[in-house]
């Protein structure tokens, strides 16, 4: 079983910006991949973001393409979030997802971390 850990949410105004970091623990089925998905209130979960080890990929939503930017730490269990120029609209719980992820699924999930963006 894998654990995953996610900090760095908060309240930030429009236009400012968040760093989301996820640390993992445990065994994950598959390591191939860390991504980011998110669920605002009365929306169903989304993917946002996802990073390959194996050449470092990194796939986007476009409602986040050239404001998130997702990177991986050294240790290769470590994924970061980096946000910029927020909107309301990014508005939502922010989750890690390890194993098997591609922009529909995953594997393991963390408990999530809330991101409110002000108008």
């Known amino acids: 079983q894998a654990q995953l850990v996610e900090s760095g949410g908060g309240l930030v105004q429009a236009g400012g910006s968040l760093r989301l970091s996820c640390a993992a623990s445990g065994r994950t089925a598959s390591r191939d991949a860390m991504g980011w998905f998110r669920q605002a209130p009365g929306k169903e979960r989304e993917f946002v973001a996802s990073?390959?080890?194996?050449?470092?990929?990194?796939y986007y939503a476009d409602s986040v393409k050239g404001r998130f930017t997702i990177s991986r730490g050294n240790a290769k269990n470590t994924v970061y979030l980096q946000m910029n120029s927020l909107k309301p609209e990014d508005t939502a719980v922010y989750y890690c997802?390890?194993?098997?992820?591609?922009?529909?699924?995953?594997?393991?999930w963390g408990q999530g971390t809330q991101v409110t963006v002000s108008s």
């Open positions: 990073i390959f080890w194996s050449g470092g990929f990194t």
């Open positions: 997802a390890a194993g098997g992820v591609t922009t529909l699924r995953a594997d393991y």
